[in-house]
């Protein structure tokens, strides 16, 4: 079992950069593929990167050239670097933990996840 932590969430203004961490408990985290995920205000969950146990990652079409999903398994981390940040961005992001086999167009559905984080805020104002 995996639990995850997120941290780093804050409000910051259009074009700024935030880094989101996420830390996991267990042993077998490096076993883990992780992904963040977020959740807009009345909007549904969406994927937005993953990274899997040997550093291979996936973006969302929306994060690809401004976000960096990166781990230390070392610590037992992984992080979202944010930059270019843009009010659409506004969400609750959540990052969660899985190991079920999946295929490319599965890398950010978040029913292939089965450990989740309780969500940070983060707000980009215009």
């Known amino acids: 079992q995996v639990q995850l932590v997120e941290s780093g969430g804050g409000s910051v203004q259009s074009g700024g950069s935030l880094t989101l961490s996420c830390a996991a408990s267990?042993?077998?985290?490096?076993?883990?593929?992780i992904g963040w995920f977020r959740q807009p205000p009345g909007k549904e969950l969406e994927g937005v990167a993953r990274i899997n146990s040997v550093g291979i990652t996936t973006y969302a079409d929306s994060a690809k050239g401004r976000f960096t999903v990166s781990r230390d398994n070392a610590k037992n981390t992984v992080y979202l670097q944010m930059r270019s940040l843009k009010p659409e961005d506004t969400a609750i992001y959540y990052c969660?933990?899985?190991?079920?086999?999946?295929?490319?167009?599965?890398?950010?559905?978040?029913?292939?996840?089965?450990?989740w984080g309780q969500g940070t805020q983060v707000t980009v104002s215009s």
């Open positions: 267990g042993n077998s985290f490096r076993t883990y593929y």
């Open positions: 969660a933990a899985g190991r079920l086999q999946m295929t490319v167009d599965q890398h950010l559905l978040p029913a292939k996840y089965l450990y």
